[in-house]
């Protein structure tokens, strides 16, 4: 079955780094565009970043663009979203999805969740 695990979540100060990690198994990963959303309670998922299934093709938030960087290896069915000077507000549960079609920035244009990392960022 299909498997998205996400990793590299944590606790850090407002300025600080993260890299998060999702590994993809079960499915053909170079098929599939892939999409970085996140989520606090009460609120609706959102969109983060996405890219498309040969990398060539980026999409962000306007929230994060100049601060996060999304990436893939498809050798290692992985995709990563390099997240840089973080604030209080990108505190979230992040999720990574994969879709069959082109870079979607709606939840329901993904076809495989994984189970969310918990990002923390102090003031």
């Known amino acids: 079955q299909v498997q998205l695990v996400e990793s590299g979540g944590g606790l850090v100060q407002a300025g600080g780094s993260l890299r998060l990690s999702c590994a993809a198994s079960?499915?053909?990963?170079?098929?599939?565009?892939m999409g970085w959303f996140r989520q606090t309670p009460g609120k609706e998922r959102e969109f983060v970043a996405g890219i498309s299934w040969s990398g060539t093709s980026t999409d962000y938030a306007d929230s994060v663009k100049g601060r996060f960087t999304i990436s893939r290896d498809n050798a290692k069915n992985t995709v990563y979203l390099q997240m840089n000077s973080l604030k209080p507000e990108d505190t979230a549960v992040y999720y990574c999805?994969?879709?069959?079609?082109?870079?979607?920035?709606?939840?329901?244009?993904?076809?495989?969740w994984g189970q969310g990392t918990q990002v923390t960022v102090s003031s």
């Open positions: 999805a994969a879709s069959l079609d082109v870079i979607g920035t709606m939840p329901y244009e993904y076809d495989y």
């Open positions: 079960g499915l053909t990963f170079s098929k599939y565009a």
